[in-house]
């Protein structure tokens, strides 16, 4: 085990009817408040009226900023920035799922900064500061709600990139998984997907002597399996959708599942690169990625991946060499993703071989990606013409 530091300022406030608290938390802050937001499902749940109904009566001045993208842009973030310069802002609220937590965080970034907020995502230029910022969940998957990540898409150069901060972690986050119950079926499929994959990039580690961390995500992953299906028979599944929101939590908050161990995330960063261009569904894009990825590396620690499909899957070794028992694993994982619904090929959204070349070389940009193993730009190649 290696040694680390853990640290998590973001307060959880969990349960049902937990959203009603969003104007007292809120004004803790701050008094003249960014509401961030998607599409408007809120609207058509209520969730809009009642939260600036809270924010007005906790005597707040709200401004909006609605129609966040599902792969967030660079110009809407651009966009917020103005806002909160314009109006003064000193508290943003972010109500929806990853996308609109992530814009948040990156306006938050982008105000007290003289720069491009680009340049946070492309290591030009270090987060020192970034207003305060909470948040209202609506979908169980990122794990922004937890963490200082964000990930945002540059669509006129088709770049997507990442940064993560201590300094946007958010004050608060109100989890209510009542609020989960209206979200189309391939969110939930997509969000389980992207729990999942939150986990793999922690579990497939190098590390030794990691025993704790290792049932930690194993724990995870079970629940997600066990839980994403009733959600998906009965939408309005109290257990189900409270267990989903609190995996999809507990999968990425800033390392407390894998402390201690070498992550790895090449795959996010090789999804990052097709979603970039063809602005697919991040978690669908790691439903096709991460089985391959698996394929490609699973020789490197084959006794981590024996060890998944026994404990995770269920997979009987009797009989059996390490090699086929870690390649049963993998293809119950690829199963399970196709049985909820989950694209199995980067085909079944159009995309050929024609930009194969680019997205690999844009994904080892700045080096070598991964540390399970290592991948150059023909590695990336590889594996994404498996996913074709």
Not at 12 to 35: H, M, R
Not at 77 to 100: M, N, Y
Not at 116 to 142: Q, S, Y
Request: glycine share 10%; net charge negative; with cysteine.
């Amino acid at each position: 085990m290696n040694s680390f530091q853990f640290v998590n300022p973001t307060r959880i406030v969990f349960g049902e009817g937990t959203a009603d608290q969003a104007g007292a938390l809120t004004s803790q802050y701050g008094k003249t408040v960014l509401l961030v937001y998607g599409s408007g499902s809120i609207k058509k749940t209520g969730l809009y009226d009642k939260t600036v109904s809270l924010l007005q009566s906790s005597g707040a001045a709200v401004h909006e900023l609605p129609n966040i993208e599902p792969n967030p842009r660079l110009s809407t973030v651009k966009k917020g920035i103005g806002l909160c310069r314009e109006h003064g802002v000193d508290f943003i609220l972010a109500v929806g799922g990853g996308s609109v937590i992530d814009a948040a965080k990156a306006i938050a970034a982008g105000v007290p900064y003289e720069g491009d907020v680009w340049d946070f995502f492309t290591n030009k230029a270090v987060i020192k500061e970034a207003l305060p910022l909470g948040t209202i969940l609506t979908l169980a998957a990122t794990g922004s709600e937890m963490n200082g990540n964000s990930v945002i898409t540059n669509w006129e150069e088709n770049l997507k990139r990442a940064f993560g901060s201590p300094h946007t972690y958010p004050k608060f986050s109100i989890l209510d998984p009542t609020l989960t119950y209206t979200v189309p079926r391939n969110h939930t499929v997509n969000g389980a997907v992207d729990i999942m994959s939150h986990v793999f990039e922690q579990y497939f580690s190098l590390t030794e002597n990691t025993p704790l961390q290792e049932r930690f995500c194993e724990s995870i992953l079970q629940t997600v399996i066990e839980n994403v299906e009733p959600a998906l028979a009965n939408p309005e599944d109290a257990a189900a959708r409270a267990n989903l929101m609190w995996c999809g939590t507990m999968a990425l908050n800033g390392g407390l599942i894998s402390v201690g161990m070498t992550n790895d995330w090449a795959s996010h960063g090789i999804e990052h690169e097709v979603s970039a261009i063809y602005d697919i569904p991040h978690g669908a894009g790691l439903a096709v990625v991460f089985p391959n990825w698996m394929k490609y590396v699973h020789e490197e620690r084959i006794d981590r991946f024996v060890q998944y499909a026994v404990r995770v899957w269920g997979i009987d070794p009797a009989g059996k060499s390490d090699k086929e028992v870690a390649l049963a694993g993998i293809q119950a994982t690829r199963d399970f993703f196709t049985r909820i619904g989950a694209e199995s090929r980067l085909a079944d959204f159009g995309i050929g071989s024609e930009k194969l070349d680019r997205m690999a070389e844009e994904a080892v940009r700045y080096g070598e990606i991964g540390s399970f193993k290592r991948l150059d730009k023909q590695d990336v190649y590889n594996i994404l013409e498996m996913s074709l």
